[in-house]
């Protein structure tokens, strides 16, 4: 069957250090990676994406590196911030079939200073 | 200057009434979404409009009926509603001739059934 998830538990850090979330996937083939912020109360922000053939990109303090042997795709925030603590959405973009975004669950991320 | 917006962001009915939520985004984009996010908070794709021309239809009961009356519109208009049906619904557009396929996602619209 088809699954994506991601760390189910939530990630507690201290500020300043690096956070790494995971998002892995079975049985999709999806042609690019997306991860979106969800903070409580409001929708998703998109933060970044990443194609298939892409094996690392970059924005700011965020990394994003996508394996499509081992099906994973970790996110990372370095320098963290007690500003970065919200829920994090990884979602495969299933360009066929008109575009779909097929969302994880979340990680929930606490940033404490 | 809201790109993404729904109303109501709140709704509180009871079972087996008729409802409706609007979305509008000032976006310029082709394609627009509906979402549904449950208790466990996963989200889920329900349909999506290209230039007013539905294109996905996910495994929805026919109680939902999608309606997009321009590019910038798509209401979700809900009859019958269960005690199932309580959750966050966000409506989302893209630009799907972008290659990116980023979405927007509105506010959010709450809706509990009694």
């Known amino acids: 069957s088809q699954k994506i998830e991601q760390n189910s538990e939530a990630l507690n850090i201290q500020e300043g250090k690096t956070a790494t979330l995971t998002c892995n996937y079975t049985?999709?083939?999806?042609?690019?990676l997306q991860w979106y912020r969800q903070d409580p109360g409001r929708g998703p922000v998109f933060l970044l994406l990443i194609r298939e053939n892409e094996k690392e990109k970059r924005k700011e303090r965020l990394k994003v590196t996508f394996d499509t042997t081992l099906k994973q795709s970790l996110f990372h925030i370095t320098a963290s911030q007690p500003a970065d603590s919200a829920t994090y959405l990884c979602a495969l973009d299933m360009r066929s079939g008109g575009n779909k975004l097929v969302f994880g669950a979340g990680t929930i991320l606490r940033v404490k200073s | 200057d809201t790109a993404v917006s729904q109303t109501p962001k709140y709704l509180v009915t009871q079972m087996g009434n008729d409802k409706s939520i609007k979305c509008e985004q000032n976006l310029g984009h082709d394609t627009m979404y509906w979402y549904k996010q449950d208790s466990k908070k996963f989200l889920k794709i329900m349909f999506s409009?290209?230039?007013?021309?539905?294109?996905i239809n996910e495994t929805v009961p026919n109680r939902f009926s999608p309606k997009s009356p321009d590019k910038a519109h798509l209401n979700l208009h809900i009859n019958s509603l269960e005690l199932g049906d309580s959750a966050v619904y966000f409506c989302a557009s893209s630009r799907r001739t972008s290659g990116y396929n980023e979405q927007f996602f509105g506010p959010g619209t709450r809706l509990t059934v009694l």
């Open positions: 049985n999709y083939s999806p042609a690019y």
């Open positions: 409009y290209n230039n007013k021309e539905l294109i």
